[in-house]
């Protein structure tokens, strides 16, 4: 590894030799520092090097790949010890050596004054493992992409293998929060290992599932979507009015480079063609049963072009945040509307699967927001029988015993039901990689290789 940096000043490069000292970091040096780059900054990649603009002056800086690969890795988020970790993923070299390369670039940086200390988080948030968020970029406040899930193994693995995909790919000022919807509960050991391990924020929840009778007439459903709504109810009180929310699904994985400029700045979801089609519910009946969702908002007094999306939904914090959070209680009115809709229709359990999937698009539209319809296919959720993929995109491997055997992995012998109830870390991933078929597979089993190995230590389970 060579973490040099090179910087220059009026067209005279100033090359800087690495140095060997290590024991003035400036509050990088503990292991539960989170080093974070100064604002101002932006970057282009050049051949194998990530070049630095500032926002003034006229220095520039010329990192090489490892050099870059810590760079992007001082988010404010992650500590000495899972910026190490995600270097030992990703670079050859004993273990000695790359601390040593660590040590040496963060000196370099700070020398440089490009590194400023995160905040220190307080002592609630240091119990409840909520690290306060990083600082934001001059033109826009935290990208927060979001999760709401059950403290259990079928969420665990799937968090591991999103997480690291994302590995050194959020640029400052992102980050991940995890909403554990269990009633307040303290989360298990194993979750909590995997988000320290991956830098990653959590709170808790309510646990929407199990408190709530969603079928007041016969009783007894926990439909466990709900959490995705209480995910954001919980979100909206530690976000700010400029924050963007960006609300996805945990069977995902990023596949190839993340692409910032793709993301939206305001409210925005992804077109989703489940949601879009004539009748809802259509998709997942395989008959003439459904509701026409433009219908229904027509009926409640809506006026405008229904934009059909969701799945991956983006919203600000000032819309979360409004009239003391009226888009989160509609969100929740709209699922149950469907959910009942479907009831009336008589559909079978895995149709009423995918009922809170256009709730987000009615609320928000229902609340008059200004909503940019996403048609970029990184977000999309991808069409059945879907083999290739474009960089960047969001895989959404969602297909199981229920879908007939439609979408990514349509045609594996693996699927996400089969590790329902334990982890798929634990399972024989090296025979899946070996009969994966096509990139798209092959690239999600190489991911859950590197997941098992980061949380056990090595490639054995």
């Known amino acids: 590894m060579d973490t040099a940096a090179d910087s220059s000043a009026d067209d005279e490069p100033r090359a800087l030799a690495r140095s060997d000292r290590t024991d003035s970091l400036t509050n990088s040096s503990h292991p539960q520092a989170r080093p974070l780059q100064k604002a101002g900054f ?12 500032p926002g003034a002056g006229e220095t520039v800086y010329a990192l090489n790949s490892t050099g870059a690969a810590i760079w992007r890795l001082c988010d404010g988020n992650h500590t000495l010890e899972t910026i190490f970790s995600a270097l030992r993923q990703q670079f050859s070299g004993d273990d000695l050596q790359i601390m040593s390369d660590l040590s040496a670039a963060l000196f370099q940086f700070r020398e440089l004054d490009l590194l400023e200390p995160a905040p220190p988080s307080d002592s609630h948030a240091a119990q409840s493992g909520v690290i306060t968020a990083p600082r934001r970029d001059a033109d826009r406040g935290r990208v927060r992409i979001v999760h709401g899930i059950e403290d259990r193994p079928y969420f665990h693995w799937q968090l591991a293998i999103m997480f690291e995909s994302l590995m050194g790919q959020l640029p400052a000022g992102w980050d991940i929060q995890v909403v554990v919807c269990n009633n307040h509960e303290p989360i298990s050991e194993a979750l909590q290992n995997i988000l320290n391990l991956y830098g990653v924020q959590h709170h808790t929840g309510a646990s929407p599932g199990d408190n709530h009778d969603i079928d007041f007439a016969d009783g007894g459903d926990r439909y466990v979507p709900m959490n995705r709504v209480e995910a954001l109810n919980v979100i909206r009180h530690h976000t700010a009015p400029d924050d963007l929310v960006c609300l996805m699904d945990t069977d995902i994985f990023l596949y190839g480079d993340l692409q910032a400029p793709l993301f939206p700045k305001g409210n925005a979801l992804a077109a989703n063609w489940i949601i879009g089609q004539e009748r809802f519910f259509h998709f997942s009946t395989r008959d003439s049963r459904g509701l026409s969702l433009p219908k229904l908002l027509d009926a409640l007094g809506f006026e405008g072009d229904f934009k059909a999306g969701g799945v991956n939904v983006f919203v600000t914090g000032e819309a979360l945040q409004a009239d003391d959070g009226k888009l989160v209680k509609d969100c929740f009115r709209f699922l149950q509307i469907l959910y009942l ?26 609340n008059k927001l200004d909503v940019e319809l996403l048609d970029t296919e990184q977000f999309a959720v991808q069409e059945p029988a879907a083999d290739t993929l474009a960089d960047g995109s969001f895989c959404h491997y969602y ?12 045609n594996s012998q693996w ?12 399972a024989d991933i090296e025979s899946f990689r070996k009969i994966a078929e096509g990139p798209v597979e092959r690239r999600f089993m190489e991911l859950a290789l590197n997941a098992r190995s980061r949380i056990f230590g090595s490639d054995d389970a």
């Open 42 to 53: 932006t970057s282009y990649s050049v051949s194998d090097e990530l070049v630095l603009l």
């Open 341 to 366: 809709s479907g009831k009336l229709l008589k559909l079978p359990p895995s149709g009423m699967w995918v009922a809170e999937m256009a709730c987000f698009a009615m609320a928000m539209q229902f």
């Open 399 to 410: 297909t199981d015993r229920n879908d007939g055997a439609v979408g990514p992995f349509s």
């Open 415 to 426: 699927h996400k039901q089969l590790f329902a109830e334990q982890s798929f870390l634990d």
